[in-house]
């Protein structure tokens, strides 16, 4: 298994240029979400999927969108970058809790994205 | 809504000696806890988690926590460091009823000296 797979490793964006950030999972798990790591602030969830066709917003949603047409991938998309939007992203994925107890979130390799 | 609290944004030990990361949090039920490691340019590592049952948890590499919930603390320790620890700690609590998601502490950056 791959786990959870993220691309592109890097990127830099001019400022109001869209873009995606792909991230794909092969693990079978029905939760998904995006965060953004900010030197100081963790990891603060962006948006998040507890399955197809289902998303939700986490804490810092803005200048985001998502969707969720298959279990397996979960892409973020930066509608008109700004330079606030520079950051580290991590996708993760999750089986879904069960009596009670909850899942471990496996967690990509990140993206780093610069917007100039 | 949750929130974690890590007081120490950077902790100098020597190689050999004890640690302890602290982590306190703000949760309205019994929360799930979690505790990951990032070395630099890397990804997130799963330490060690809380559920449910012993409050005291042990993980990879060494590394315990104790669930307290009088003080809403969930300490990281480690009785004897290593170089290869040197690294950025998180604590996070998970939102049950939330799909698992997870609230990041801010970070505590652990360097080991010689």
């Known amino acids: 298994n791959a786990g959870v797979t993220q691309t592109p490793k890097f990127q830099v964006l001019k400022t109001g240029q869209s873009m995606t950030l792909q991230c794909a999972q092969d693990?079978?798990?029905?939760?998904m979400s995006w965060y953004r790591q900010d030197p100081g602030m963790g990891l603060r969830l962006i948006h998040y999927?507890?399955?197809?066709?289902?998303?939700d917003q986490g804490e810092v949603p803005n200048g985001y969108n998502v969707s969720r047409s298959t279990t397996e991938d979960f892409p973020l998309r930066l509608l008109s970058a700004a330079p606030s939007q520079t950051s580290v992203y991590f996708c993760?994925?999750?089986?879904?809790?069960?009596?009670?107890?909850?899942?471990?979130?496996?967690f990509g390799p990140g993206t780093r994205l610069t917007v100039l | 809504a949750q929130s974690v609290t890590q007081p120490d944004i950077h902790i100098t030990v020597s190689e050999g000696a004890s640690l302890e990361l602290r982590c306190n949090y703000s949760?309205?039920?019994?929360?799930?806890l979690f505790w990951y490691v990032q070395s630099p340019g890397q990804g997130l590592q799963l330490l060690l988690k809380?559920?449910?049952?012993?409050?005291l948890v042990q993980g990879i590499k060494g590394f315990e926590a104790e669930f307290k919930r009088s003080q809403s603390s969930f300490n990281l320790r480690k009785p004897s460091v290593h170089w290869s620890d040197a690294a950025e700690y998180f604590c996070?609590?998970?939102?049950?009823?939330?799909?698992?998601?997870?609230?990041f502490g801010g970070g505590t950056r652990l360097m080991v000296k010689p």
């Open positions: 993760a994925s999750s089986y879904s809790a069960s009596g009670g107890a909850g899942g471990e979130q496996f």
């Open positions: 693990m079978n798990h029905e939760y």
């Open positions: 999927s507890v399955g197809a066709g289902i998303t």
């Open positions: 949760y309205g039920a019994t929360p799930y």
């Open positions: 809380y559920f449910s049952g012993d409050t």
């Open positions: 996070a609590v998970g939102a049950r009823n939330a799909g698992n998601m997870l609230t």
